[in-house]
């Protein structure tokens, strides 16, 4: 067992960072989710955008100011009562603010945005076709130049083979078509120019105050002091695409999504949604 102090901080801060991940999959709902649902779907998120959003970032996967809790199997097993407890009352000493002025319904309306954030709600369909899915993947997406799904593809992005187990289509669809982002600490991009005059640019994987490590396109990692380089300067835009909704059509980007949720080790066993341009 965690200490309990230990275990409710984790939470606290998995927690906040999933309200983030609100933003993201406000659409979770299929079809047929009643008006109230959707109302308490919606109702959640908002609570996020007010009071979380500044601190977890857009996809409740960290960044330099909160950790990850979008893929912590520990706060995936707490209670709903726990989590309840969480947003009410905070966790004094840390970062996690109590949120006294919420009534029971916005505090259970997050706590069942979260639930259907994990996938605990219900078994999901899939959008698409995740064979079609994994080719655009490796193919026209070049998602696999980056990012691996179980073991296969590049190393500079996140692995996303369990990605799929704590996002909803929504949720993943949306980060892929989202037209402007900021990388997550580690993934942020910069180009040195040596002493000797040469030019490398790469991944900062971490930097202090005096000395930086790039890891470069090769795979290779190459550590500098500042004090020894001609320049040292930060690359803009992120390496992660932002033209992926006039890259891909409708279907492709549900193929897409599809690949990444049947990928997860959870994936779901629903029957892949045909497209209109399927041949019987």
Not at 67 to 73: G, P
Not at 116 to 129: E, I, N, V, Y
Not at 193 to 203: A, H, K, P, Q, Y
Not at 216 to 223: I, S
């Amino acid at each position: 067992m965690f200490p309990r102090r230990s275990y409710f901080q984790l939470l606290a801060a998995w927690l906040v960072l999933w309200l983030t991940n609100g933003v993201l999959c406000f659409a979770q709902h299929n079809g047929t989710s009643s008006p109230r649902n959707q109302a308490s779907s919606a109702q959640g998120r908002n609570v996020f955008n007010s009071s979380c959003a500044g601190c977890h970032g857009l996809d409740g996967r960290g960044s330099d100011k909160a950790v990850n809790i979008s893929t912590t199997a520990h706060i995936r097993h707490l209670s709903d009562a726990e989590l309840s407890g969480i947003i009410l009352n905070g966790v004094p000493g840390t970062g996690m603010p109590a949120f006294h002025t919420l009534t029971a319904g916005q505090v259970h309306a997050v706590v069942a945005y979260l639930r259907s954030l994990q996938g605990k709600t219900h078994a999901r369909s899939l959008p698409g076709d995740p064979k079609r899915g994994k080719d655009v993947f490796f193919g026209k997406g070049q998602c696999g130049n980056c990012h691996t799904v179980s073991g296969q593809g590049g190393f500079l992005g996140p692995d996303l083979s369990a990605y799929g187990s704590s996002a909803s289509a929504e949720a993943i669809r949306g980060e892929i078509v989202r037209s402007q982002r900021i990388p997550a600490r580690g993934y942020r991009r910069a180009a040195v120019v040596t002493g000797d005059g040469i030019r490398l640019e790469g991944l900062v994987r971490n930097e202090d105050n005096f000395s930086v490590q790039l890891q470069t396109a090769d795979g290779g990692f190459h550590f500098f002091q500042k004090s020894e380089l001609r320049s040292f300067d930060r690359v803009e835009p992120s390496l992660m695409p932002t033209n992926y909704g006039e890259r891909l059509g409708a279907g492709e980007l549900n193929d897409l999504v599809s690949f990444l949720l049947a990928a997860s080790p959870d994936g779901t066993k629903a029957t892949p949604r045909k497209r209109e341009d399927d041949v019987e």
